[in-house]
C-alpha cells in the first residue's frame, strides 16, 4: 500500500490506497452462501469455513426492524458534530468514538466508527442516546443468536459437541464480545491508477467468529485462498460470517481467518456496517480441540489464552500476520 497525500483542507491525515479487487465473472460466486437453516446447514458452513473463511448467511432470523432501527439510530448519531459524539461515547482507546485513526499503532483509514463492548449485552457506555444504546442492546441480542447458532454448526460440521464452540462464547461470564458500528462516508478523493481509498485496511480478526451485516453500499472485500481480492456485494438481507485466528488455532488450521478489507464509497452512499465479534474470556486457553486432531497430528501452534493474544495483537499493526509468533512449525 502507498500513502496518498491529501489537499490539507480536507483532512490531515495520510490516507492508504489499495488496488482494486477482481470484480469479474465469478467473484460474487466465489462467497458461499449458507441457509443457516437447511438440514444441511453444518455441512455447508464447515465447508465455506475451510474453503474461503467466510460465507454469507441466510434465514438467520433477525427481524429487519431491528436491523433497520440500529440503522437509523447510528446514522443520526454520525451525523453529529464530532465533539458531540466524542463527549457521548469517549475516544476510541480501544472502546469508544474513534475517526480515520484505528488501533493505536498508525493504522489509518477513511471512517468513523463506535467500537463497544457487549458482554451481557450491556452497552458500556452510558451516555450514548437512549435510543441508539437500545437499538444496539436489540440488535446484539438478535446477532449473537446468529452467531451461537454459527458455533452450533461449526462444532456438529467439525463433529464435536455441538455446545462446545458456543458455550465457550455467547453469554459466557467474563466473555470479550464487541460490536463495532462503521460509517464510511463518500470520500471525495480519487487514488491514483487502479486504486480505490482505504476505508479499513486489510486484515484478520483476532477473535472465534465475526459477523457483520451492512447496509446497501459495497465496500467490503476478501481475499481468496488463490490470493485473488474480491468484492462481496451488500446484501442487507444477509448476514457475512468470517473466521477469526482463534478459531483457526481451535481447529489447527483446517479453518483459516479470512483476510478482508473495506474500499470507501466513491459515489454519493455512506457504507454503514455493523459487526459482532465473538471473542472469549481472557484467561480461556486457545489451542487445537482434542476431538479435531487425527491420532499423531502435531498442533501448529503453541498454546496461549485470549487474554495473551489479545494484549499481542493491539501491538501490531492491522495487516500484521498476527498468528505469526505462536506457529511451531
Ligand atoms: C480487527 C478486528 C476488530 O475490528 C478489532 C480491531 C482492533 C481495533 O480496532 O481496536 C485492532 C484490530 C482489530 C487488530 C489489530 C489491532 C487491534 C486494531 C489494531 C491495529 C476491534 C479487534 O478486535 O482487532
Known amino acids: 500500500m502507498v500513502a496518498i497525500t491529501l489537499p490539507s483542507s480536507i483532512d490531515q491525515i495520510p490516507l492508504m490506497r489499495c488496488p482494486k479487487a477482481n470484480a469479474g465473472q465469478g467473484a460474487a460466486a466465489a462467497i458461499p452462501c449458507v441457509d443457516l437453516s437447511a438440514p444441511g446447514a453444518a455441512a455447508a458452513v464447515a465447508d465455506a469455513c475451510r474453503s474461503v473463511g467466510f460465507f454469507r448467511a441466510t434465514n438467520h432470523g433477525v427481524p429487519t426492524g431491528v436491523t433497520d432501527a440500529l440503522e437509523s439510530r447510528?446514522?443520526?448519531?454520525f451525523a453529529l458534530p464530532t465533539q458531540e459524539k466524542l463527549d457521548m461515547s469517549g475516544a476510541a482507546r480501544p472502546l469508544g468514538y474513534g475517526s480515520k485513526s484505528i488501533g493505536s499503532n498508525g493504522d489509518v483509514g477513511w471512517l468513523?466508527?463506535?467500537l463497544l463492548s457487549v458482554t451481557s449485552n450491556t452497552v458500556k457506555i452510558s451516555s450514548l442516546p437512549p435510543s441508539l444504546r437500545a437499538a444496539l442492546e436489540d440488535y446484539t441480542a438478535a446477532v449473537r443468536e446468529v452467531g451461537g447458532r454459527v458455533l452450533e454448526l461449526i462444532a456438529e460440521g467439525l463433529g464435536v459437541d455441538r455446545a462446545l464452540l458456543r458455550a465457550m462464547v455467547v453469554g459466557r461470564e467474563g466473555g470479550d464480545e464487541l460490536v463495532r458500528v462503521n460509517h464510511y462516508p463518500p470520500c471525495p478523493l480519487r487514488a491514483p491508477g487502479d486504486c480505490g481509498v482505504t476505508g479499513f485496511g486489510e486484515h484478520t480478526d483476532p477473535q472465534i467468529i465475526s459477523v457483520l451485516r451492512s447496509n446497501c453500499t459495497a465496500g467490503l472485500?476478501?481475499?481468496?485462498?488463490?490470493?485473488?481480492?474480491?468484492?462481496v456485494p451488500p446484501e442487507p438481507e444477509s448476514f457475512f460470517v468470517n473466521v477469526g485466528d482463534s478459531l483457526q488455532v481451535l481447529t489447527n488450521g483446517r479453518f483459516r481467518s479470512v483476510k478482508h478489507r473495506v474500499v470507501a464509497p466513491e459515489g454519493a452512499q455512506s457504507r454503514l456496517s455493523v459487526i459482532y465479534f465473538g471473542g472469549l474470556a481472557a484467561s480461556q486457553r486457545i489451542a487445537p480441540l482434542p476431538q479435531v486432531m487425527r491420532d499423531g497430528e502435531q498442533s501448529l501452534y503453541r498454546e496461549f489464552t485470549w487474554g495473551e493474544y489479545k494484549r499481542a495483537a493491539y501491538k501490531t499493526r492491522l495487516g500484521d500476520h498476527r498468528l505469526g509468533p505462536f506457529e511451531l512449525l
Do not use: N, S, T
Not at 221 to 231: E, F, M, S
Open 221 to 231: 472485500q476478501i481475499k481468496l485462498r488463490d490470493g485473488r481480492w474480491v468484492p
Open 112 to 114: 468513523e466508527y463506535l
Open 74 to 77: 447510528a446514522m443520526a448519531f
